[in-house]
Every structure is written in structure tokens, then in C-alpha cells.
């Protein structure tokens, strides 16, 4: 945790809609609302809430793909948040983009050789066409495609290949950090562990930081180091994943981890209730956000807003002591030893193991 | 030595039925392979029937071939017999009659906003299901309505009545088909990802409401999910499609304790472990091969990693314990293949 920060947020705020004066009738939304953190380098930054809790607004934010409405954004110590021209350009090529959709977010007429190529064209200007079709291909090979596909075109590839050559597009750019707004969500369960695993090794192996917005818990758990949560535009809690999913501290964090499916069948499964739905970020409630949802109201809470406390466990919450003092620690159950045995010789077997056979044709069954 | 289950096939027409699909087998013309390949499912009375697999595999297809719903001309059903209160249909020369269809079975599709009036307000259109179906009064019918939309979780259910489609958001629309489906104590509810786009918290709602119908009114749920965290919440019973075949089904409890099928292991061992974080994640190698480049034989072999030249035979499903059917030849794997690293 001692690695230099990377990219930081001080109280960065962004509303909709505002603006037009005092002839507007309508509030504006406050998709972001005074967020402050901290990434630091080679870390993986995840951010998780409900939809409309202003997770892309805040990714748009950091990338400055948006411009703050109030509040700072600062890239390896310098401010960026009214960057423009060749200074915006330059931190474009330092942060990059992994869209959620891997059908909508290439362009059907480009083919993939063109479309990671078209990066390096702007990032680095002073590669020969021959040394961009060999980075071009290296490229392809970092994320797992071949440099034959090159040639080929975004409808001839599967979801998760898609989000390969989206990927290769980004680290193109030659980036330190790249933010991904919901990178595997649209992938089944089987692609998808292919691409965790390859933005795994390529967080390792280029000391890359990742930023990941994601709403699965599971996935956000496996792939970061840090977690902040959000709720109407604010964090509600921050800290290590481990920390936060072991023993969350907010009321919402705690309903949110309750709320996973779990894994266990039979299923003993308790979700906490979350009452009614998420208010309107034009309109957010008085106080604590969360007032309006939260099983542990008092009427503290609707005056005065907490503040985001604590070093590296952070949680905003007027009443995380008593609350966290009275919350039953949730145990997982081992799955049994036969069925890890099983996983066990199946990851063997897909992870390069020779398969033996005891004999090569079935048994014989009637 | 694989146990020998006390469940026969036959059993799939016992008596605590509602539904069954017997060997539905089905193409689109002008392709030259089938995309469902003789599926057999069966939905018992108060039961949660679970049907994963990856996208294209034929789940949609199979619920929309039981809803009678695949366009005529365009598709070729070879064969698959529906038995459902107490009378049977020939899928390949009939279908369901619509008002059986819905009277007594409910669906929730993929795609929510084709199936909400975008003029019309929401109560009226819930309104308006539960007195075509019931009879009720307008009054009881919207107090129904009233009752339903609050049971999804949406807030304010009384105001939100009056609400049209496009003032709602895609989460919401979608409980507000849920509540239209549910309104009228369906027997069989086909539900076709019905929480994929939904918060955890809603989804957590949704199906405590689907538990509760089950255990309330016995209603039967054919439910399509590709999340297998939804399928240990609310599953009783679980069938794995690969390539438009069932590969494996049973018991949600031997599905997730002792799975057979090295595609459904592959799929169980994909899935990120909150136990296990940063742990390097098995994987399915390759994807799934469109309807005509699929192998002849056991269809997953392309992708597997114990296949032999043996594998080139179809397997059968087969009992490996009671109720829980598995087609692969090396099935359980322990007892056939040893890996060395
Ligand atoms: N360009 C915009 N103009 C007006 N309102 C916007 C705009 N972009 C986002 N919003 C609003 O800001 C709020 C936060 O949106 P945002 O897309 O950041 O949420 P999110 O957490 O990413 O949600 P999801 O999980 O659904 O992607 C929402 O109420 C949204 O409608
Ligand atoms: N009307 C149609 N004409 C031709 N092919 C079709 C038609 N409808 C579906 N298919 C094909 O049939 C196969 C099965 O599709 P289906 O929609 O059942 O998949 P699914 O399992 O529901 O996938 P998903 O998880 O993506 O919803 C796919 O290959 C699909 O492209
Ligand atoms: S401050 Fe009050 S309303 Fe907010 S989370 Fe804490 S207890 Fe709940
Ligand atoms: S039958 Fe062969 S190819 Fe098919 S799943 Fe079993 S081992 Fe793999
Ligand atoms: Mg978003
Ligand atoms: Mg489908």
C-alpha cells in the first residue's frame, strides 16, 4: 500500500441538467456529489452500487471524458480537470477505456488490424507502417488472439474475443491506467473467466492500475485490491476488498453482500432487506442518503449527512459502531471435498496436464 | 463405477407433473443441423425447474417451441410431445391452444419492452390481464395490481399505477412485467432471465416472491438463467444445455455437489469464488461452434478436455444417482481419466 497514487479525486462533483439558469424548472441531477479517493499505482480500484448511483459518471470524471462541475482530478500529481487540447491528449494516452458492450463499441467497418492500430497511430506517430503491424501483433498475442486476425472484422468474432480486441485496442495507447465500465458483464460465466484472468496477467505483468466498475461482487471481489461503494452519487464505504467483504461496515454495503446468491445449496440464504428502491439523484434524500432505505434510521439521520471516517477502512455512517457491534459474522460453507476434487482435475486438464485414460472407449452400459 | 438411480425415465411423466417436454428436437429451415436437440424437460407441481447454459445454446428456443411462440414457417419441429394438465400435444403438428396458454402458463420474456403497450398506463395494462383472465371487477382488478407492483419491490405502487412505460427505467419495466405475469396465480410461469438486468438487492426481491408463489399457490417455474447464483438461490431442480442438448440434469443439490459433466464442472469452476479471490479461474477453452460446425456425436467435444475418438458417439443421458442424468461417456471423470501435470 506504500505505492505512489496515481490518480486522485478530491471532492469532485458533477450534476445534469444544471445550468440554465434561473429559468430552469428542473433540478439537476447529482449523479456525483463530493467523491474523494485515492489509486494508487498497480492497483485494482473496483467501484460497485446500484444502477444510477453515478458509477460511469464518476469513471467519465476520473478519465475526463467529463468535466467536473466542482472538485479536482488530479493524474500522476497534476490537476487535469480543465485539461484541453495536446495536455488532454497526452492523458488520453495514459488512460484508456474498456466498454461494457464488446458488440456496440467497435466499429463494424474497421478491421481489427485498423482498429488497434488506429491508437498507436496517435500515441506513438513515429512507428513505420511495418513496426505498427509487428506491434499490432504483439499486441494480439498479449490478449490472447492471433496476428492473422488482423485481417478479420468485428462481426467474425465471439463476445469474449471482442472484448480481447477492445482490450488490445486500449493498451495500444501504451496506458498506465485503464478503467473498465463493466468490462465482463455481457460475457457467460465461461468467457468471462477468460478475460478476468487475462486482465489478471496483464495487470501483473505490466504493472498496469485497473479501474473496474462492476456489479457482479463476486467478479469484483475475485479481481481487486480496493472496493469503494457507492450510493446516490456519494462513497458510502471504502477499503481493502478483504476488509470490506469480510466485515462491512455500512448498512447499504451490508444489504448489498447479502443480497449475492450464494453458492451454497441447499441455499440457507437470508438477504437483508433493503426497503423500497433507490430515491432520484435530482431529488436525494436529506441528510444520509441513505435514510430513506436504511433498517437502522434514527433521527439524526435525516439532518445531518456523515462523513466518510476512518484511515483505511473508511465508512460514512453516524452509527457504524452499534451497528457493526450487533451484526452476525456470515461464515461460507467449504464446497465438499469431492466436488473440489473434481474442479481440481478439471482445471488441471484445461491448464496444460496430459489426460490419461483408463480406457479409451467408454464402459460398456445398459 | 457410476451408482445406479432408482429413477427411470419414465418417471418423467409421474404424477406430480405439470408440465412435460418429451424429445423436442427442432430446426430453423434453410440450416442443416437441429438447434434443439431431443430435450426432455419436466416441471413438477411447486417446483423450480432452472435451465443454464451459455448464450446460443437453445434455451429461449425450447421455451418459446413449449409457448407455441416460434414463427411457423421458419422453423421445422421434428418432434416433442407436451403433456400439461392432463392432455398431451404433438409439438410437431400442434400447439398449445391460446387461451391455455394464457390462462394457466404466464411468460416473462428476454426482452421486456416488446411486451408492455407503451400508450397506455401500467395499471390499466396489469388491470386489464388480471379481469380478462379473472373476471374482476375494474376496482379489484387495479387493488390487484396495486398489490402485485408493491410485491416487486416498486415504491409509491399506488402513484406508479398511473405511470406510462417510458417514465419507468429498464429495471422497473421489467418487475412491472414480473408483477403482470404473476397477477393471475399462474400454474406454470416460464420466466426467460427475468433478474439478469436487475440490481442484486431486486433480484434478491424477485425471487423471495417467486419462492413465495411456489410455496403459496404450488405454481410451477420453468426459470432460464445463464447465473448460476441464481440457480442455487431458487432452483429444485437443474438442467445444463450445451449446443441444444441437455448434457446434465437433477437435483439442485447433486447439480452443485456432484457435478458430472465436465462442461457443467467447466461452468461451476468458471465462476469467481468469494472463498477463493485472485485465484487463477478454470476455464471453458474455445467457444461454442455455431449450429452448422457442430461436431457430430457429443456435441461439447470441440471444447473438452477429456474427449477420446470414442467421444465421436453421441453419449446418452443416464442416471449416475437418483433423478440426475448425465450424457458423457467418462462420466464421473474420477473413475475414467487420471491428469498428470
Ligand atoms: N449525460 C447525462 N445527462 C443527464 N443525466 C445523466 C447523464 N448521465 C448520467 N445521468 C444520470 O446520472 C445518474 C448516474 O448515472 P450513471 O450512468 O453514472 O449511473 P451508473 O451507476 O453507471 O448506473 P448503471 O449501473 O445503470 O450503469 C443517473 O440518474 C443518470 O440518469
Ligand atoms: N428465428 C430464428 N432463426 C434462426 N436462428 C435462430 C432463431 N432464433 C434463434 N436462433 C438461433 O438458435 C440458437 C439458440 O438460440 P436461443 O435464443 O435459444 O439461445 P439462448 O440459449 O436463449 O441464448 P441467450 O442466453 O443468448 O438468450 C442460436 O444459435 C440462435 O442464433
Ligand atoms: S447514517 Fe443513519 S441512515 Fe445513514 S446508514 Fe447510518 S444509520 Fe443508516
Ligand atoms: S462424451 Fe467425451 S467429449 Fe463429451 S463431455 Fe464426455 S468426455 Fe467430453
Ligand atoms: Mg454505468
Ligand atoms: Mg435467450
Known amino acids: ?127 513505420s507502417a511495418e513496426e505498427r503491424r509487428e506491434k499490432v501483433a504483439e499486441l494480439l498475442r498479449k490478449v490472447g488472439l492471433r496476428p492473422e486476425h488482423a485481417g478479420r472484422y468485428p462481426h467474425e468474432f465471439s463476445g469474449g474475443q471482442r472484448q480481447r480486441i477492445g482490450i488490445a485496442r486500449a493498451l495500444a495507447a501504451g496506458p498506465k491506467l485503464i478503467i473498465g465500465d463493466e468490462p465482463v458483464s455481457a460475457l457467460d460465466v465461461s468467457v468471462q473467466a477468460q478475460v478476468i484472468n487475462l486482465l489478471g496477467d496483464l495487470s501483473r505483468d505490466l504493472g498496469l492500475t485497473l479501474v473496474i466498475i462492476a456489479h457482479d461482487l463476486g467478479v469484483i471481489r475475485h479481481m481487486s485490491d480496493r472496493v469503494a461503494v457507492m450510493y446516490l452519487g456519494r462513497i458510502v464505504e471504502m477499503g481493502t476488498a478483504e476488509e470490506v467483504f469480510a466485515t462491512p461496515l455500512h448498512p447499504y454495503t451490508q444489504a448489498l453482500l447479502s443480497a449475492i446468491p450464494s453458492m451454497d445449496v441447499p441455499s440457507k440464504h437470508q438477504a437483508l432487506a433493503v426497503l423500497g428502491e433507490m430515491p432520484s439523484p435530482s431529488d436525494p434524500p436529506s441528510g444520509c442518503r441513505f435514510h430513506t432505505r436504511c433498517p437502522y434510521t434514527r433521527a439524526q439521520c435525516k439532518q445531518e449527512s456523515p462523513k466518510l471516517e476512518g484511515q483505511l477502512h473508511q465508512v460514512s455512517c453516524h452509527f457504524w459502531q452499534d451497528i457493526a457491534a450487533a451484526r452476525k459474522p456470515t461464515t461460507l460453507r467449504p464446497k465438499t471435498d469431492a466436488v473440489e476434487a473434481r474442479f481440481a482435475l478439471y482445471k488441471a486438464a484445461t491448464t496444460g496436464g496430459t489426460v490419461i485414460h483408463q480406457n479409451q472407449e467408454p464402459p460398456e452400459r445398459n | 463405477m457410476p451408482v445406479s438411480g432408482t429413477a427411470k425415465s419414465q418417471d418423467l411423466a409421474s404424477a406430480d407433473a405439470l408440465l412435460t417436454l418429451k424429445d423436442l428436437t427442432l430446426r430453423f429451415k434453410g440450416q442443416t443441423n437441429d438447434v434443439v436437440h431431443s430435450v426432455s424437460l419436466r416441471v413438477r407441481q411447486g417446483e423450480v425447474l432452472c435451465v443454464v447454459g451459455e448464450s446460443g445454446c437453445g434455451k429461449s428456443v425450447t421455451s418459446m417451441a413449449i409457448m407455441g411462440l416460434l414463427p411457423g414457417k421458419a422453423t421445422q419441429i421434428s418432434s416433442g410431445k407436451l403433456s400439461f394438465l392432463a392432455q398431451d400435444w404433438d409439438l410437431a403438428t400442434d400447439c398449445l391452444p391460446t387461451e391455455v396458454r394464457g390462462r394457466e402458463i404466464a411468460m416473462i420474456f428476454q426482452e421486456p419492452m416488446t411486451s408492455l403497450n407503451p400508450s397506455f398506463r401500467i395499471g390499466d395494462q396489469i388491470a386489464e390481464a388480471v379481469q380478462r383472465r379473472r373476471g374482476n371487477s375494474r376496482t379489484e382488478a387495479l387493488e390487484r395490481a396495486e398489490v402485485m407492483l408493491q410485491r416487486v419491490g416498486i415504491a409509491n405502487p399506488k402513484q406508479r399505477l398511473r405511470a406510462y412505460p417510458h417514465q419507468l427505467s429498464g429495471g422497473m419495466r421489467q418487475r412491472v412485467m414480473i408483477a403482470m405475469a404473476l397477477a393471475n396465480d399462474p400454474q406454470i410461469l416460464i420466466a426467460d432471465e427475468p433478474t439478469t438486468a436487475l440490481d442484486v438487492t431486486i433480484q434478491a ?23 448460476l447464483g441464481v440457480v442455487a438461490e431458487v432452483a429444485d431442480t437443474v438442467a445444463v444445455m450445451y449446443g441444444g442438448q441437455v448434457v446434465e440434469q437433477g437435483p439442485v443439490a447433486e447439480i452443485f455437489n456432484n457435478p458430472q459433466h465436465p462442461y457443467t464442472i467447466g461452468l461451476m469452476s468458471a465462476m469467481p469464488r468469494l472463498d477463493r479471490p485472485g485465484e487463477r479461474l478454470a476455464i471453458v477453452p474455445g467457444t461454442v461452434p455455431t449450429i452448422s460446425n457442430m461436431p457430430e456425436g457429443c456435441r461439447f467435444r470441440t471444447r473438452c478436455a477429456f474427449a477420446t475418438a470414442a467421444c465421436a458417439q453421441r453419449p446418452k443421458l443416464r442416471d449416475v444417482a437418483s433423478e440426475h442424468e448425465v450424457a458423457c461417456h467418462f462420466a464421473p471423470l474420477e473413475t475414467h481419466v487420471k491428469v498428470s501435470a
Open chain 1, 1 to 127: 500500500m506504500t505505492a505512489p497514487v496515481i490518480l486522485e479525486a478530491d471532492e469532485v462533483v458533477k450534476h445534469f441538467g444544471a445550468g440554465s439558469g434561473w429559468l430552469s424548472h428542473k433540478s439537476p441531477v447529482q449523479a456525483v456529489d463530493g467523491v474523494s479517493l485515492q489509486i494508487r499505482r498497480g492497483e485494482t480500484f473496483a467501484i460497485v452500487g446500484e444502477s444510477g448511483c453515478g458509477k460511469s459518471t464518476l469513471a467519465r470524471l476520473l478519465m475526463r471524458l467529463l468535466e467536473p462541475t466542482a472538485g479536482r482530478v488530479s493524474f500522476d500529481g497534476v490537476d487535469v480537470s480543465h485539461a484541453s487540447g495536446g495536455a488532454l491528449k497526452a492523458l488520453r494516452g495514459q488512460m484508456q477505456f474498456i466498454f461494457q458492450d464488446p458488440f456496440s463499441s467497435l466499429n463494424p467497418r474497421m478491421s481489427v488490424g485498423k482498429l488497434v492500430g488506429e491508437p498507436l497511430e496517435v500515441h506513438a506517430p513515429e512507428l
Open chain 2, 205 to 227: 426481491q424477485i425471487l423471495d416472491l417467486i419462492r413465495d408463489l411456489r410455496d403459496e399457490t404450488g405454481m410451477g417455474t420453468l426459470m432460464i438463467t445463464h447465473d
